[in-house]
């Protein structure tokens, strides 16, 4: 006969662990901060420049006050120290800096973005930080091609930044949409830009196909993010772009090729041979470009970059050492920049080349400084990316997919800033100093100190991706 207990083996019911709302918000907030850095310029065209400045240092405040509060731990011997040493080494240059004021405004806004990225990276997941990202993404693909067909549906002529009015005669540079979406020309998005579009829309790319890979949540609107990211780099046209794909890709398959290694030496001729396809391809396209470029309808003088080097190279003979001063960008009403580099009517803001413009505005000794921080993010988010994560005897846990995404971006940077110089701000800069930042916090996927506060307080019940 049958005897009902009153001491049942199995724990009664209860609900699934929750994650508080305060964490929620918290997530949220850091998806608008990195919509923030992600759309740039964007906030500028739409709402003007000092609108724009006041925003990013209210959220600035707003992530100083949660980091107070919520005190997430910080191993402090592991920072970033040579991306901090390289932004207080711009912050000195103000002393000897032909442009002070320039100086002091465009540092406020590194250092306000550096703080960012710390932020960020300290207090959530990898896994949090890696859903964050891809959803502020999503945040501005889709602004930007809401804003291109409201301007082609609703407004029916190319607009100017805050929809003011375009007078006659401008060049179509400065236009903030050109009205292109319906007609097949290149398109620009929120920013203004098919170049930073397009850019937006390759980290994007990545991003959302690594996730899909780790069998994310909703796994099948990764899909439709790919596509739509597609889009807008395929309509932004912009050569640098598909060249930084192509990096990412190359990167991707000789990362998935190490992993396939089972003996220490047996990478060293892999290591060898991509060094060699690596110099091989380098030195093709430097002295193929003319065939290159104009296959990707593009002028073999990088549309114009090598008279610009050129210009800026002259200047950094006279000041070699600690350059002129920091100031990126550059900003057009001063009188040493006003004027100076001319295209398309426009006072040129950049020295199209990363490497050229820290040359350029901190000499040698700031080319040394971002050079050791880039390498040293590549260097770690390379072995994040190849190695198996171990942190004991065993040696036989599987990679995590997840890994993949700081290393893809290191290449996308890279090769953007052979032709550009966004990777010194806004997003470009917060995702090194971030990646680095959280790599060397938590250089394991769900392991370190972050990692394991999170997971007690959420009850370690949530499902992980891979």
Same mark, same amino acid.
């Given at each position: 006969?049958a $005897? ?5 083996v199995?724990?009664p ?8 709302t ?7 907030w850091?998806?608008?901060?990195l ?7 964007s906030?500028a065209n739409?709402?003007g420049a ?6 990013t240092?209210?959220a600035a405040a707003?992530s100083v006050?949660?980091?107070? !509060?919520?005190?997430p731990?910080?191993?402090w011997?592991?920072f ?6 390289? $932004?207080?080494?711009?912050?000195v ?20 973005t550096t703080? #960012?990225?710390l932020?960020v990276?300290?207090?959530l997941t990898?896994h ?11 945040? !501005?693909?889709?602004?930007s ?5 409201f301007?082609?549906v609703? !407004? ?17 540079i400065v ?5 292109n979406?319906f ?6 998005g929120?920013f203004g830009?098919?170049n930073?579009?397009?850019? !937006?829309a390759?980290l994007?790319?990545?991003v959302?196909?690594v996730r899909?890979?780790?069998q994310?949540? &909703?796994r099948p609107w990764?899909?439709f993010?790919?596509?739509?990211a597609?889009y807008?780099?395929v309509?932004?046209g912009?050569?640098?772009?598909y060249? @930084?794909?192509?990096g990412?890709?190359l990167?991707?398959a ?8 089972k003996?220490?030496g047996?990478?060293?001729k892999?290591y060898?041979?991509y060094a060699?396809?690596g110099?091989?391809?380098a ?5 193929? &470009?003319?065939?290159i ?7 073999s ?5 090598e ?10 003979a006279e000041?070699p050492?600690?350059g002129?001063g920091?100031?990126?960008?550059w ?6 920049i006003d ?7 426009q006072?040129?803001?950049q ?9 350029f505005q ?10 050791l ?5 590549v260097?770690?988010?390379?072995f ?9 005897l ?11 995404v700081p ?10 800033g ?5 990777p010194?701000?806004l997003?470009g ?10 790599i060397? #916090?938590?250089?394991h996927v769900?392991?370190?100190?972050i990692?394991l506060?999170? @997971?007690?307080e959420r009850?370690?019940l949530?499902?992980q991706?891979?």
């Amino acid at each position: 006969m049958a $005897v009902h207990t009153k001491h049942p083996v199995s724990a009664p019911p209860a609900a699934p662990a929750r994650e508080k709302t305060g964490h929620l918000l918290l997530r949220a907030w850091c998806i608008f901060v990195l919509t923030l850095a992600i759309a740039g310029v964007s906030w500028a065209n739409a709402f003007g420049a000092v609108i724009a400045a006041g925003i990013t240092v209210a959220a600035a405040a707003v992530s100083v006050a949660l980091w107070i !509060v919520i005190r997430p731990p910080v191993q402090w011997r592991r920072f970033p120290w040579y991306a901090l040493v390289y $932004v207080a080494f711009a912050a000195v240059s103000v002393l000897w800096s032909v442009w002070p004021l320039a100086t002091v405004l465009t540092w406020s806004l590194l250092a306000l973005t550096t703080l #960012q990225a710390l932020f960020v990276g300290g207090v959530l997941t990898w896994h949090e930080l890696i859903r964050a990202v891809s959803s502020a993404l999503q945040w !501005v693909l889709s602004l930007s091609l809401l804003f291109e067909l409201f301007v082609s549906v609703v !407004v029916q002529h190319p607009v100017m930044p805050q929809f003011a009015e375009a007078p006659d005669g401008v060049d179509p540079i400065v236009y903030w949409s050109r009205d292109n979406l319906f007609d097949g020309g290149r398109i620009q998005g929120v920013f203004g830009n098919a170049n930073l579009l397009a850019m !937006v829309a390759v980290l994007a790319i990545v991003v959302f196909a690594v996730r899909y890979a780790a069998q994310s949540p &909703r796994r099948p609107w990764q899909l439709f993010w790919i596509a739509l990211a597609a889009y807008l780099l395929v309509r932004a046209g912009s050569a640098t772009a598909y060249l @930084a794909l192509a990096g990412a890709v190359l990167v991707l398959a000789t990362v998935l090729l190490m992993r396939t290694t089972k003996r220490p030496g047996e990478r060293t001729k892999y290591y060898v041979a991509y060094a060699a396809v690596g110099l091989g391809g380098a030195l093709a396209l430097w002295f193929g &470009r003319d065939a290159i470029f104009a296959a990707l309808g593009r002028d073999s003088d990088l549309t114009g970059r090598e008279m610009i080097w050129d210009a800026v190279l002259a200047r950094v003979a006279e000041r070699p050492w600690a350059g002129w001063g920091y100031s990126t960008p550059w900003l057009p009403w001063e009188a040493r920049i006003d004027g100076w580099i001319v295209d398309h009517d426009q006072t040129v803001m950049q020295a199209h080349s990363m490497w050229v413009d820290v040359l350029f505005q901190l000499g040698i000794i700031g080319l040394v400084l971002v050079a050791l921080a880039y390498f040293a993010f590549v260097w770690r988010s390379w072995f994040f990316a190849v190695d198996r994560p171990r942190w004991d005897l065993r040696d036989d846990r599987p990679y995590t997919t997840l890994s993949l995404v700081p290393t893809l971006t290191g290449a996308i940077l890279l090769v953007q800033g052979f032709s550009e110089s966004n990777p010194l701000m806004l997003w470009g800069w917060m995702f090194v100093v971030m990646f680095a930042y959280k790599i060397k #916090q938590s250089p394991h996927v769900g392991e370190g100190p972050i990692e394991l506060r999170l @997971a007690i307080e959420r009850g370690d019940l949530m499902k992980q991706e891979p």
